[in-house]
């Protein structure tokens, strides 16, 4: 006899049932959900109903007219919503496919896309103009295969296991600081450092305390301020004179040029601490014809 808590049935609802669940979960509501799906209400009510049996727990609080999701019908509607949008996401991308073999997902770090790809890419388009690049941000690493990209740019070195790997933007953090804070607080040698508010990346909370190794200072009274996802934050907050920052040296050239952040110490003193830029290519795309064209570009700039 079939153990029902481990029967796959009961672990694969059907797909009216789950869009019925996610539609009323989203609008706590049977009667929008029915009209969102062009059903009736009373249908919405039996799936729901029928997805409750199978799964032997509920879902919703009802009272009366009102309806809210309880702790197990949120937990599930998060699964379930995410699970949606990838089929959905999935059956996009192959119809865009089959249309067109000329776009590809890039995922990339938001600061380095903004401030050293885009200012680029007009270029690619001149080059290739049939071939459509669409940037989504992304911060950590991911799966990329679940997440439908062909190709990432990565920043640090590290390696991401199963993907064709290339080097791409070579470089080194170095310490920006605003001039109104280098006036009240002068920051002339690394010692200086400790002096200050030390603003960081959340994604690289070492930074600092491998810079401090790396010009023999001791940590022990090493003044560590906000963590910001996103560099682009940490470059505003030190214009604005809350700390200073590490940043890798290609994302900073314009604020050094306008003169809203100055370095103190020449790249010489800071070159051992390196901080380097990647594209990483699922294998089915790497010998991909459109991929191929934006890996040559981007390898192309990377040795201007």
């Known amino acids: 006899m079939t153990n029902k808590s481990t029967n796959p049935r009961r672990l694969t609802p059907s797909m009216p049932w789950l869009l019925a669940f996610e539609s009323a979960a989203r609008n706590l509501s049977f009667t929008l959900a029915a009209k969102e799906l062009s059903l009736t209400q009373s249908v919405i009510s039996r799936h729901i109903q029928s997805l409750e049996d199978l799964l032997e727990v509920e879902l919703f609080h009802r009272n009366g007219k009102q309806l809210q999701l309880n702790e197990a019908g949120a937990m599930y509607m998060r699964e379930v919503s995410s699970g949606l949008q990838r089929i959905r996401n999935a059956s996009q991308n192959l119809n865009t496919y089959k249309s067109t073999a000329t776009s590809i997902n890039l995922a990339c770090l938001p600061t380095f896309a903004a401030k050293w790809l885009m200012p680029r890419l007009a270029d690619f388009y001149v080059k290739h103009p049939n071939i459509l690049v669409h940037i989504h ?9 679940l997440e439908g990209m062909d190709c990432a740019i990565s ?13 791409l933007v070579k470089g080194y953090l ?11 607080v002068p920051f002339n040698t690394p010692s200086d450092a400790g002096l200050h508010t030390l603003l960081q990346v959340s994604t690289r909370p070492d930074d600092w305390f491998q810079w ?7 940590t022990t009274n090493i003044r560590l301020g906000p963590q910001f996802e996103m560099t682009s934050h940490v470059l505003q907050a030190a214009i604005a004179g809350i700390g200073i920052a590490l940043v890798p040296s290609c994302l900073v050239e314009d604020e050094l040029t306008n003169g809203s952040l100055i370095m103190p110490f020449s790249p010489s003193k800071v070159d051992t601490l390196k901080y380097d830029y990647s594209l990483h290519i699922t294998p ?21």
């Open 284 to 304: 089915h795309q790497d010998q991909s014809p459109t991929v191929s064209a934006l890996r040559e570009w981007l390898l192309e700039l990377s040795t201007q």
């Open 137 to 145: 941000a992304k911060i950590r690493q991911f799966n990329m295969e």
């Open 212 to 218: 401090f190794s790396v010009h023999d200072l001791s």
């Open 174 to 184: 170095v310490p920006v600081i605003s001039p109104a804070l280098h006036e009240r």
């Open 155 to 167: 920043g640090g070195g590290r390696a991401w296991p199963g993907m064709a790997s290339y080097p």
